[in-house]
């Protein structure tokens, strides 16, 4: 009997932190967290104040595909998440009901009601390596769309806190089929169909193509990495409830460089749309437009300690988004984040940094911005991570 070792790989991770805010307003609106302790809007997995969070308990389960032009090949994964950050890669049709309210754990950050903490599964699929070309690995089932530099796996991100670009321009998650085969030792090609965004079963289930190609350098210094997302969404209504076409595209352009031994440097843009997406005061749809450029800096002081800063620019600019309410003006958000890596064992690292986000948006309610009523939000964070 062949032993479980060696069937399956199994790792994961431990991440909890806190984040304090230097905004003193608490003004709660809907569709925020209606908690009683104070959130940091528009920020998400770190969106508690002043509150110990227990973001991930983080379990993988794997067998890797071997990619061969010669030989099949089967594996596939499963990744298991408790923490505060089960809502945040929860798909509709498996942790929401087809309405985008949580079954598999309390409501909390709708209702008020119960705990933050939560399970889901944002992962689960098989793969299978066709001897097609120099090897094709063909992934079915739930899986991440990876279109973002920062990632929903605590693990994978230099930084505590969440950019813009993943937690508003793209899917976190798709349910479908997707294929990769190298054209060359350099690049690789892909392409698949999903059931549109974050969604296994929904109350409108539309086929979303996705595609992309990447480059990685000989020497590994250097890659790009082009992904797009484009298919049909739920009809929108209008003020007379006459359903509205509506489809959305999105892409995303990465670009990551080791400048020098201790130095380096990535780009991410990111561009979406989408018909019929927004609404004006009238209750009428209009399209909807968004993008924006993320730069990260990142110098090694030393074998345990690194540090980085990244830069935000995201535009909103028809306020489907961030705080997609009629009526709000203004459509620009940028931030601005400086963090350490202190890792003085393989398996541990602690995250400290200090985030500054600005933006023009004045929201309806109250004629205010979105950060507790400001156009200005300053937080520090710290979060332990430890990998087992």
């Not at 973001?55 to 990619?67: A, V, W």
């Not at 990744?79 to 505060?84: A, R, V």
């Not at 958000?333 to 064992?345: A, E, H, Q, S, V």
Request: aromatic share 14%; net charge neutral.
């Amino acid at each position: 009997m062949t032993p479980i070792n060696k069937l399956f790989h199994l790792e994961g991770w431990i991440d909890a932190g806190a984040t304090f805010n230097g905004e003193n307003r608490n003004t709660q609106f809907a569709f925020q967290t209606p908690q009683k302790i104070k959130n940091n809007f528009p920020l998400k997995y770190n969106d508690q104040d002043q509150t110990l969070q227990m973001n991930q308990l983080y379990l993988i389960g794997s067998h890797d595909t071997k990619r061969s032009r010669c030989d099949w090949d089967f594996g596939g994964r499963i990744d298991m998440l408790f923490g505060t950050d089960a809502y945040w890669v929860a798909a509709k049709g498996m942790e929401l009901d087809k309405n985008g309210h949580a079954r598999w754990f309390p409501d909390a950050r709708r209702t008020g009601d119960g705990s933050l903490y939560g399970f889901a599964l944002p992962q689960a699929y098989g793969e299978l390596n066709a001897p097609i070309g120099r090897g094709t690995r063909i992934r079915i089932g739930k899986f991440y769309s990876n279109m973002t530099l920062d990632s929903a796996m605590s693990r994978e991100n230099f930084f505590y806190s969440r950019s813009y670009a993943l937690s508003y321009s793209v899917p976190t998650t798709l349910f479908g089929a997707i294929a990769d085969t190298p054209l060359s030792k350099n690049v690789t090609v892909k392409a698949g169909l999903s059931n549109g965004w974050d969604k296994v079963n929904g109350l409108y289930d539309g086929i979303a193509f996705i595609g992309g190609i990447s480059w990685k350098s000989s020497s590994g210094n250097t890659s790009i990495d082009f992904t797009l997302i484009t298919g049909s969404e739920a009809p929108a209504p209008d003020s007379d409830n006459a359903l509205h076409d509506a489809w959305r595209t999105t892409y995303s352009l990465k670009l990551q460089k080791q400048l020098t031994a201790r130095f380096g440097y990535a780009l991410e843009h990111v561009l979406g749309s989408h018909r019929n997406g927004a609404f004006l005061e009238s209750g009428n749809p209009t399209d909807a437009l968004w993008y924006g450029i993320n730069q990260y800096f990142i110098y090694k002081v030393n074998n345990c300690l690194n540090a980085a800063a990244r830069f935000e620019w995201f535009q909103d600019a028809k306020n489907s988004r961030v705080f997609p309410v009629p009526g709000t003006t203004g459509n620009d958000y940028t931030g601005l984040t400086l963090g350490l890596n202190w890792k003085p064992k393989s398996w541990f690292v602690l995250r400290p940094e200090i985030r500054w986000d600005s933006s023009d948006v004045k929201m309806p309610i109250l004629d205010s911005g979105p950060f507790r009523g400001n156009n200005h939000m300053f937080t520090f964070a710290i979060d332990a991570l430890v990998q087992f």
